[in-house]
């Protein structure tokens, strides 16, 4: 058991809701965190290669299961609400920031690589990382350039809305 999972444990014994998703979220940053201050020791000492490729590897799992379960923390909240134009931006951003927030996991993705070309044979065996980390990256730069136009096509709806709702009152003024 971990720190936030204890603390979300009393707090529900208290009668204090507390969110599930976000006690996982915050055990896992907390197990990310350490996976990152072991990869931080096994730089400076030896370690064998394939112990080393092992916890790159799910430093990359974790982050991007953080990454899902954050978008998913904040959908939750958003489909609560109402279906209207404010959704769909909360829907927009939510996308965005997952997407930006897997930039992080093309950095620990180009980590491994560069840990793995070092090594002739173990470039063979993972050649599927070199494969996924290209469609990753080609995913994420689409699904922010798609993001990013629709949080602008938002905003010139808002201005064409506002425009169109002052044209009719100047109208009706004169």
């Not at 999972?5 to 599930?20: K, S």
């Not at 922010?144 to 009706?172: A, D, G």
Request: with cysteine; glycine share 2%; proline share 1%.
């Amino acid at each position: 058991m971990t720190i936030p999972t204890i603390i979300g444990l009393e707090l529900l014994r208290l009668g204090i809701y507390v969110d599930v998703l976000f006690i996982i979220i915050s055990t896992l940053f907390l197990f990310f965190g350490f996976l990152k201050f072991l990869d931080f020791n096994t730089k400076k000492t030896q370690i064998k290669e394939i112990s080393y490729l092992k916890l790159k590897k799910l430093e990359i799992f974790i982050w991007f299961i953080i990454t899902i379960l954050t978008v998913i923390e904040f959908m939750v909240y958003i489909f609560i609400l109402p279906i209207t134009q404010l959704t769909i931006f909360l829907i927009n951003g939510a996308c965005f920031a997952f997407f930006v927030l897997n930039i992080y996991t093309l950095t620990l993705i180009n980590d491994l690589k560069k840990s793995i070309s070092e090594d002739k044979d173990l470039l063979l065996k993972h050649l599927k990382i070199y494969i996924f980390y290209e469609c990753l990256q080609n995913l994420i730069f689409f699904g922010i350039i798609i993001s990013i136009s629709l949080f602008l096509t938002y905003i010139f709806q808002i201005f064409y809305f506002f425009n169109m709702y002052v044209f009719q009152k100047i109208i009706i003024f004169f």
